[in-house]
Nanobody, 120 residues
Framework: QVQLVESGGGLVQTGGSLRLSCLVSGDKLSTYIMGWFRQAPGKEREFVAGLRWGPAAPRYADAVKGRFIISRDNAKNTVFLQMNSLQPKDTATYYC?????????????WGQGTQVTVSS
């Protein structure tokens, strides 16, 4: 079982940037698909970005393409989400996720979440 601990959320003005971090612990990390999801008040959770530990192209939701970047530091077992040009619609609780199999959009493990608030 993998464990996920997010950090880096906070309050930022429109147009600002934040970087979220997800410290990953557990076995066989290289077999997981790591991701970020978010949930805004009154809305369902939605996929934001994902990538494999191995060499592969990341995936992004259309709403964040060109603004968000997902990356990893294998040596530190950490996944990052760099969020640029933030907008009020990005306000949500952001969750780090891990998928054991091949599904990018149905994670098996969720972190506790970190709040991101973008003020207008």
């Amino acid at each position: 079982q993998v464990q996920l601990v997010e950090s880096g959320g906070g309050l930022v003005q429109t147009g600002g940037s934040l970087r979220l971090s997800c410290l990953v612990s557990g076995d066989k990390l290289s077999t997981y698909i790591m991701g970020w999801f978010r949930q805004a008040p009154g809305k369902e959770r939605e996929f934001v970005a994902g990538l494999r530990w191995g060499p592969a192209a990341p995936r992004y939701a259309d709403a964040v393409k060109g603004r968000f970047i997902i990356s990893r530091d294998n040596a530190k077992n950490t996944v990052f989400l760099q969020m640029n040009s933030l907008q009020p619609k990005d306000t949500a609780t952001y969750y780090c996720t891990a998928s054991y199999g091949s599904s990018w959009y149905s994670p098996d493990v969720w972190g506790q979440g970190t709040q991101v608030t973008v003020s207008s």
